[in-house]
C-alpha cells in the first residue's frame, strides 16, 4: 500500500521527477514540503499541463507550476466535513494539515467512500453494572440496551466496520453470555470477534491483561457505552505522526457558575463576573496504545485507564491528546439515554 510520504517532493524537484511520481501513485497528486514536512503546495497531473502550455520546461522546479494555495483540512475536521469540502471545491485529493501547517495525512475520495481494511486491533469494554441505568439494566447490560433501532454496542462496532476495522476483542463480565450470545464470533457482520472474560472488574485498562497475545500494531480501547462519529483512521495517524506511546481522546465541556465570581485580593474586591463560563477537555473514554504499554499493565489487577496514564506521563512517555470534534454523547445516565434515543436516527441514520 502507497504511504502518502512517497507523495512527498522538494520545491527544488525537477517538473519531470514530480510527473513520475504523480504517474505511479494512485493518488495522482504530489505534495510539496519543506525540510519539516509542511506543506508549500500540491501538484497534479493538470498543474503540470498547465504549466507546459505557459512554456515552462520538464526540468524546471516544480515550485514553478505548483498550487501555492491548496485546500486542506485538519485533523480535527470529520469525514463527513472533509467529503463535503471535497464537493464543493470539486477535488479528489486533500492534504490533512496540523497548526504547524506540517502534513500528517492525505484524504482521498475514492479512499473515504470506499475504507480501505485495517489490521489495527478495536478493544471494547463492554464489562460495567450501568447502575445508573436501573431498572433498564437489571435484566439487560448497558451495552445491549437499544439506542434507535438496535443495541448501543451493535452501532459502536457497525461504525468500525464502515471504517475498515474486523478485529475485535469484547470485554465482559456483567451479563457476560448475553453480550456473547448476541455477537457470536463476528460473523453476522464478516469480522472477528473475541472475547475478554473479566473474574473481577479490572477496569478499562486491567481487562487489558487478559488478551491472549500481544498486538503488532497501536490498537484503539472504546468504553461500550459511547455514541461518536469520530474517524478513527484519523485518530491512528495523529497518534503516529506525534510518535505516541499513548494518546487519549478528549472532549470539551463547557460548565457555566450559576453565581456570580467574586475575586480578591485580601478583602479588596478586585473584580465581579457574572455566571462566568468556564471550559475545560475530558476524557472521552477512546484510546490509542502502543503494544509496549502492556508492558505497565500487571496481569487480573484492577486499573483504571486514567491511572494507566498517569503513570505513563510519570515515566515521561508521549502521551498526548485527541481532540474530539464529531458527535460524541457517553450513555452513562437516563437523561443521556433519553437524549441518545432522540438524536439517534438524525445522527447515524
Known sequence: ??????????PQTPIINTLEIIDKNARQIALVVDNKDRLLGTVTDGDIRRGLLKGRDLQEEISTVMNPYPTVASPYDNREDILALMRIKQ????????EDGRIIHVEILDELLRPKQKDNWVVLMAGGLGTRLQPLTYDCPKPLLKVGNKPILETILQSFIDQGFHKFYISVKYKAEMIQGYFGNGDRWGVTIRYLYEQESLGTAGALSLLPERPNNSFIVMNGDL??????EQLLDF???YQAYATMCVREYDHQIPYGVVRLEK???TSIEEKPMQRFFVNAGIYVLNPNVLDYIKHNQYLDMPSLFEELMQEEKNTIAFPIREYWLDIGRMTDYEKANKEYMEVFS
Open 1 to 10: 500500500m502507497l504511504n502518502w510520504r512517497d507523495l512527498l517532493v522538494s
Open 91 to 98: 477535488i479528489h485529493q486533500i492534504p490533512i494539515v496540523d
Open 267 to 269: 478583602q479588596r474586591l
Open 227 to 232: 455514541l461518536t462519529k469520530v474517524h478513527f
Open 239 to 241: 497518534h503516529k505522526t
